[in-house]
């Protein structure tokens, strides 16, 4: 059974930081693309952040030169580290992995909120 366990959100104020993580088990396949999602109150779920099996990265627009996407393949785990943290950052995170072949995990969600 496919797990992916995410860890590390919480209430942080503006300018804090935090370090989300996100650990994958029970996958057979070969694990491609780790990454963050994120969905606000009445909103689409976004991309945040999407790593490589190589450790290539891209980021959304709005977090670049704030968050860092790094992963253990070791570990089968993908982390999100967030500084300078503002109010708009506030949401549910989702881990999200994709496999060779393609099948695509989601986790439960863990809740981010920036206090102004």
């Known amino acids: 059974q496919v797990q992916l366990v995410e860890s590390g959100g919480g209430l942080v104020q503006a300018g804090g930081s935090l370090r989300l993580s996100c650990a994958a088990s029970?996958?057979?396949?070969?694990?491609?693309?780790m990454g963050w999602y994120r969905q606000a109150p009445g909103k689409q779920r976004e991309l945040v952040a999407v790593?490589?099996?190589?450790?290539?990265?891209n980021y959304a627009d709005s977090v670049k030169g704030r968050f860092t996407i790094s992963r253990d393949n070791a570990k089968n785990t993908v982390y999100l580290q967030m500084n300078s943290l503002k109010p708009e950052d506030t949401a549910v995170y989702y881990c999200n992995v994709n496999t060779r072949p393609i099948y695509n995990y989601w986790g439960q969600g863990t809740q981010v909120t920036v206090s102004s």
């Open positions: 790593i490589s099996s190589v450790g290539s990265t």
């Open positions: 029970g996958i057979i396949f070969s694990i491609n693309t």
